[in-house]
């Protein structure tokens, strides 16, 4: 136990990475990641191998995780696609749907005609836009047409996408960020645009005026009965939307009914992201959040999701369920697809759902995250949603093609998780052992102890909160080191291994010295009496962090007893002492020099197995380091100048040689062999 503490508090300066997939395709970026860890070890890309890779990479799928008791971290989880029906009020909406759909078709195959880019990208968000919602279409329709009255400029030169994105970048954005970039460029008008423009935007003025929408009558529809199903009256839910537009008719459409509701985009500070999500939280029964302001938030006392519109990239779905579908929910998370009947989005999502579905489940992926973060995958799927809405007939054939890419990236994120996946099923003693460990409790002991021998410092218990002050004139006020409590207590100060102090005092392991007295102590329900004493073994020539602790017990008349210096230690470390007596002069001398023999003959195999431990460890070193070395000269001989190459070589030769002598130096075997301790007890 006790090394375990002082592994903690003796750690080396260390960098952990964090990521959800950390092998994106790109071997290169993956070896940058790797060589941050250990440069030497990664020398190139070609040293990125199963064998080396494994010891620095662990990685638990979502699906595996539990906790220490062995149940899943995540609940299950049910999607299910919502075929919205075109009722007879809802006849011209329909009109609008296809009108729009029309002008983007037209609009788009015009474009793609005369090489005017911009203007395609423009009529696919066209068709986004009138599934999202009347209001959505209507408002870009008038920023459409107020472009088209002015005066129109020369083309524009005819780049990849926008200036200011890259392509890549431009598929990266959400739907309300494309359409922003796009309204914020002067794109020249196709032939009799703007007639068509105005006679779209008086058909969605007056269904706005009539107040009949199709999709916001069923979203009511579906919090009424999630409501019953969940016997909740008071039921939370998200609702996602590409759309700022879409967002605020439905703040409104709910807020006229009844329902509170808060809002979440990417043009709310940080302040005010904090405040909805807190409202949220507390009182409010809907939040409805766009993609961009939905990014890094912790919903999960949420389980109801409803994606109002539905991204193209499956990808972003994903990204939004898993606002809700983290640590801590305790429900199982119910998402729903809202997409209109009728219409070339249901048909590609029907079919892409059911296939996509498969892939996944044949692979074992737990999400099509996994497979599908990139923008690579976005312009894959937003082909095929055009591909679809050019040529409907067609459905089938482009759905199959787009699956085979898909495939062919799950097939490649196999091989690449190959490098760092483990399959062993994880153990919940472990989380359950780290839990339950005292540590919190001997970092207190340490600590409170330390300040009261100590003239310039001190501790007081107020409250059950701690207020400190160290020597250094550091003081701290509500103090607790139980991790639980300061869990629950956001107003205490938690203090652990981790502040400077704390580690500082762990890291100084005062010498017992011969000279000491000796306390003495009494206990309860011993067996036997003598003397107990902690020793710190160590290899001069490793690293400060290679030490082993090991008590020793020794009876009155002279006996070893393992089991009961170990009994003892884990007394000493719980137990509330009082020492009662201290024995002095040649007495004390004469058990410092008895207990330093015993430790001397009992230390001797735990050294003789630190030696094996750190041999094991150098050859390990030695054989990784010497492929590295190899792999560095076989790169530098590719060099074609002969001075640069015979320079680089030269260097790397006296870098091994450099290395070569530290390993030989660290090979070297001298112990050092040190009294933390020394205890007499007795019976109470």
């Known amino acids: ?51 080396r890779v494994q010891p620095y990479v662990i990685r638990t799928p979502k699906r595996r995780a539990i906790d220490a008791q062995g149940n899943p971290l995540f609940q299950p989880r049910h999607t299910k696609l919502m075929a919205i029906a075109w009722q007879p009020q809802h006849r011209d909406q329909k009109r609008l749907y296809d009108a729009v759909t029309d002008y983007a078709r037209e609009g788009y195959n015009q ?60 598929f990266d954005l959400d739907g309300q960020e494309q359409i922003d970039a796009l309204l914020g460029t002067k794109i020249k008008a196709l032939r009799n645009e703007r007639t068509e423009v ?49 967002q605020q008719m439905l703040a409104e459409f709910l807020g006229d009914r009844g329902i509170s509701v808060v809002c979440l985009n ?35 006392f949420c389980h109801v999701i409803i994606n109002y519109d539905i991204p193209w990239n499956p990808m972003r779905l994903e990204q939004r369920i898993g606002r809700v579908d983290r640590i801590g929910q305790k429900h199982i998370v119910q998402a729903l697809n809202f997409v209109f009947e009728d219409t070339v989005e249901y048909r590609v999502r029907e079919v892409l759902e059911e296939k996509l579905e498969i892939i996944l489940r044949e692979f074992g992926v737990d999400k099509t995250g996994d497979v599908l973060d990139s923008a690579q995958a976005g312009e894959l799927f937003d082909e095929l ?60 002991l340490m600590v409170v102890n330390y300040l009261r021998s100590q003239s310039q410092g001190s501790a007081h218990l107020k409250k059950e909160r701690w207020e400190i002050s160290f020597p250094s004139g550091k003081t701290y006020k509500q103090v607790t080191f139980d991790p639980a409590i300061a869990e629950s207590a956001p107003t205490a100060t938690y203090l652990s291994l981790e502040e400077a102090h704390v580690r500082g005092l762990a890291q100084q392991f005062p010498t017992f ?15 036997v009496e003598g003397t107990w004493s902690l020793w710190m073994l160590s290899n001069q020539a490793s ?87 190899a792999l560095r000269q076989s790169a530098i001989t590719k060099i074609g100048l002969p001075q640069v190459r015979d320079a680089r070589l030269r260097a790397l030769e006296r870098e091994r040689a450099d290395w070569e002598q530290q390993l030989l130096a660290s090979q070297s075997a001298s112990p050092d062999l040190s009294p933390l301790l020394i205890i007499s007890v007795s019976k109470s």
């Open 266 to 300: 990417g043009s709310m500070n940080l302040t005010k992201r904090k405040l909805a999500q807190q409202q949220f939280s507390e009182d409010v029964r809907v939040l409805i959040s766009t993609d961009a302001g939905g990014e890094g938030l912790n919903l999960q």
């Open 198 to 246: 105005e006679l779209l935007l008086e058909l969605a003025r007056n269904i706005e005026n009539n107040g009949n929408d199709a999709k916001a009558e069923a979203l009511l529809s579906s919090i009424y009965r999630l409501q019953q199903e969940e016997a909740d009256p008071n039921l939370k839910v998200l609702i996602f939307t590409e759309f700022v537009s879409t």
């Open 513 to 527: 010295m011969r000279s000491l007295p000796i306390p003495c102590l009494e206990l309860d329900d011993l067996s």
């Open 385 to 444: 949603f055009v591909e679809t809405l050019l040529n409907p007939d067609r459905l089938e054939t482009k759905v199959d093609q787009t699956l085979a890419e898909v495939r062919s990236q799950v097939q490649s994120l196999r091989e690449q998780s190959a490098l760092y996946e483990n399959e062993q099923p994880l153990d919940p003693n472990m989380a359950r052992e780290l839990l339950e460990h005292p540590l919190h409790h001997w970092v207190e």
């Open 111 to 170: 474009a793609i005609k005369q090489k005017q880019s911009y203007v395609g990208f423009l009529m696919i968000l066209m068709q986004r836009l009138v599934t999202s919602s009347t209001r959505a279409i209507r408002v870009t329709l008038e920023k459409r047409l107020e472009a088209l009255r002015e005066p129109n400029g020369e083309p524009q030169e005819q780049l990849s996408f926008l200036p200011k994105f890259a392509a890549d970048e431009f």
């Open 543 to 629: 690293t400060p962090s290679d030490r082993r602790l090991f008590p020793i017990f020794i009876s009155n008349d002279g006996q070893f007893f393992g089991a009961t210096a170990r009994h003892l230690w884990d007394v000493l470390l719980s137990a509330d002492l009082e020492i009662k007596d201290y024995i002095r002069g040649d007495r004390a001398t004469e058990l410092w020099s008895k207990c330093f023999h015993a430790a001397e003959r009992e230390g001797e195999p735990v050294f003789e197995e630190m030696q094996r431990a750190r041999r094991s460890q150098i050859e390990q070193e030695q054989k990784k380091y010497a492929e590295a070395f």
């Open 1 to 51: 136990r006790f090394r375990l503490g002082l592994g903690l508090a003796e750690a080396a300066p260390y960098l952990l990475l964090l990521s959800a997939t950390p092998h994106q395709g790109k071997t290169e970026a993956f070896y940058r990641l790797m060589s941050l860890l250990d440069v030497k070890a990664f020398p190139t890309a070609n040293s990125v191998t199963r064998d």
